[in-house]
């Protein structure tokens, strides 16, 4: 069974910045794409940024040029840069991997708040 666990979420002023890690347990087999989401409350959960195991990657149209994607293949683990930081950024952010198949994993979340 594979985990993706996540870490670097926290308390940011806005203007501020965060780098989310996600960390598989093991190498995925069929790997198609690893990426996050992100659910505020009473809000829907929806896509920010992901990135396939080609290295292609796509991003939420109104996170473009705030947040980036990477990937280290070596450890298993995707990054997410976060960077001017907006008070309705504010949600928990979750990791999502899919398979070719697809099979999906997702990890348990981090928050991140934004304050004004």
């Known amino acids: 069974q594979v985990q993706l666990v996540e870490s670097g979420g926290g308390l940011v002023q806005a203007g501020g910045s965060l780098r989310l890690s996600c960390a598989a347990s093991?190498?995925?087999?069929?790997?198609?794409?690893m990426g996050w989401y992100r659910q505020a409350p009473g809000k829907k959960r929806e896509l920010v940024a992901t990135?396939?195991?080609?290295?292609?990657?796509n991003y939420a149209d109104s996170l473009k040029g705030r947040f980036t994607i990477s990937r280290d293949k070596t450890k298993n683990t995707v990054y997410l840069q976060m960077n001017s930081l907006k008070p309705e950024d504010t949600a928990t952010y979750y990791c999502?991997?899919?398979?070719?198949?697809?099979?999906?994993?997702w990890g348990q979340g981090t928050q991140v708040t934004v304050s004004s």
């Open positions: 990135i396939t195991s080609g290295g292609s990657t």
């Open positions: 093991r190498s995925i087999p069929n790997i198609y794409a």
């Open positions: 999502n991997a899919v398979t070719w198949n697809p099979v999906n994993y």
